[in-house]
């Protein structure tokens, strides 16, 4: 399955991110480099939804891509040097 996430990235005065999601409040990663806050995401969207599936929750409709061979909506923060 594949989802259509809203992210936050947040830096941290210390130093990397801290990612949220205004969709799914309970997601919540960091890390060093954006990179490596994106990868995480992954692992804490995965723990997000089992933690919906042990709680007899769904997660939003809007979250899910019903078809994943179609087009769907991305935006990315893109920087350059």
Not at 12 to 35: I, M, N, R
Not at 43 to 64: H, K, W
Request: glycine share 6%; net charge negative; hydrophobic share 40%.
């Amino acid at each position: 399955m594949q989802y259509k996430i809203p992210l936050v990235l947040t830096p941290q005065l210390e130093g990397g991110y801290t990612v949220t999601s205004p969709l799914l409040p309970e997601l919540v990663t960091e890390g060093d480099t954006v990179e490596e806050t994106l990868a995480n995401v992954r692992d804490a969207l995965a723990a997000v939804i089992e933690t919906y599936e042990d709680l007899g929750r769904s997660l939003p409709q809007n979250a899910m891509v019903s078809d994943a061979n179609g087009p769907v909506w991305l935006e990315t923060l893109v920087t350059t040097p």
